[in-house]
Nanobody, 121 residues
């Protein structure tokens, strides 16, 4: 009933920028903590950034100063602004969100389908 859909991925040159969006749809009451993760073949999925409902953020050391996570609660959307992109940032980026559905008293963890980000010249 609830789905997360990422968008905004694509091919970008080193030093370029990209903005990812994660839109949650369905019967949603609220979204608690949300975050972005990324994964490359042969490597474990890693946390890129997280943001709480209050706006507190945590970033992986590899992206600090370059990436910014934000959210628009009215739109049930989480964003990841990626600047000064490097080839090492190439990965499939996944959106994750802890969502409370309407009619429910608890939160459930949801994942998006992933969006490919490729940084190459």
């Amino acid at each position: 009933q609830v789905q997360l859909v990422e968008s905004g991925g694509g091919l970008v040159q080193p030093g370029g920028s990209l903005r990812l969006s994660c839109a949650a749809s369905g019967s949603i009451f609220s979204i608690n903590t949300a975050g972005w993760y990324r994964q490359t073949p042969g490597k474990e999925r890693e946390l890129v950034a997280r943001i709480t409902s209050a706006g507190s953020t945590i970033y992986a050391d590899a992206v600090k100063g370059r990436f910014t996570i934000s959210r628009d609660n009215a739109k049930n959307t989480v964003y990841l602004q990626m600047n000064s992109l490097k080839p090492e940032d190439t990965a499939v980026y996944y959106c994750n969100a802890d969502i409370r559905r309407k009619g429910s008293l608890y939160y459930t963890d949801y994942w998006g389908q992933g969006t490919q980000v490729t940084v190459s010249s």
